[in-house]
């Protein structure tokens, strides 16, 4: 079936155009390179997998409950609609809330997989070219991963959400080579990494948790490499230059905070834009997940030297302030972790079969 007809909406022109600018930048220097940025590289290539076959598509799913989501998540629940909802109402709920934040995640490693590739082609240096590429593939899976997930399990997608659509927009436009680092690497994929962590950990589906956990291994990788590449070349700029930077990042966070709270989906049950942005507002479980979104966007920030005072009042702000002084290394390790687990416990599980296998057969062929 055509992706197209899986839509909740027409998501307009087939193709979306983004006029980019900036130059194609050529390396001549091939020997030298930043050896933890070449350590990174080596590692990005030993790590690569194969989304068919790392992943157990076998497993079944449930398509209005394909994440154990519970009542309360829900942002309806405790309003004048929950009442009056049918049991097969809150699985449809389920189901347009799993698929608007899965057909965000596709969308956003759609827009990764493109901002890595001008990454390879804008970057200066030799290191950052060779590990960029590799991030390239990472995304391309990503994005096959849900796309498939999307397809074959819940059978509905949403368009991109505008506000996402647009901050893609501004990372892609600008001719300056940091920026789709900045944009993606950091905004972007720490408000996705947050998203899927909080799914990963609280999901009692086996599938998504999959799926998750072994994206959240690779995204491991790609936010170190977005942090030790910014790190370095921030610290050459002028205070001009990086209060430029921070007003991108202060704009794209309260973007993201205000605009990406599943507003379309509650539109689809007939509730007006006015009331399910007071809904989403007045949620306990969006308040506390608007503010763990940036458990992994601020810490970045302040490590790669954008902390200007003015961008410290934004998090203020925000209520997130004290997310600084969290440790992305812990995360990333902790990432790195939960995949190496997982793959441990299913391999275990499916050697122990196969070997009880093979055991009964022997066992059958000597009687």
Sequence with gaps: MSTHDLYTKDPGEPVWQVPATGSARFSWDYDDGRDRLLALYQKGKDKQWDGARRIDWDLEVDPYDPLGTPD????????????????????????????????????????AMICAARIVESVPDMDAKFYSATQTMDEARHA???????????????????????????????????????????????????????????????????????????????VAFGRMALRDYYKQLTDAELREREEFVI??????????????????????????????????????FRKLLFSRIVPCVKDIGLWGERLQRAYVDMGVFDLGDSSLDLLMTQDEEIAEQLDRERFATEEAERVAEVTEAITEGGS
């Design 72 to 111: 309360e998540a829900l942002t309806l629940y405790g309003t004048r609609h929950w009442a009056k909802m049918t049991e097969k109402d809150k699985g449809e709920l389920r189901r347009h809330y799993a698929s608007w934040q899965f057909s965000q995640f596709l969308h956003g490693e759609q827009g």
């Design 144 to 222: 096959e991963i849900y796309g498939r997930f999307l397809h074959e399990k819940i059978g509905m997608l949403y368009p991109i959400n505008d506000n996402l659509q647009g901050l893609l927009g501004d990372t892609l436009r600008d001719s300056r080579w940091d920026m789709p680092y900045l944009g993606m690497q950091v905004l972007i994929e720490g408000l996705a990494l947050a998203a899927f962590g909080m799914i990963r950990d609280t999901t009692d589906k086996p599938l998504p948790k999959q799926i998750l956990a072994y994206v959240m291994q690779d995204e491991a990788r790609h």
């Design 251 to 288: 704009e794209g966070c309260y973007l993201m905070r205000d605009r990406l709270r599943g507003v379309e989906v509650l539109e689809n049950f007939g509730i007006s834009k006015k009331e399910a942005a007071e809904f989403s507002e007045e949620s306990e479980f969006l308040r506390l």
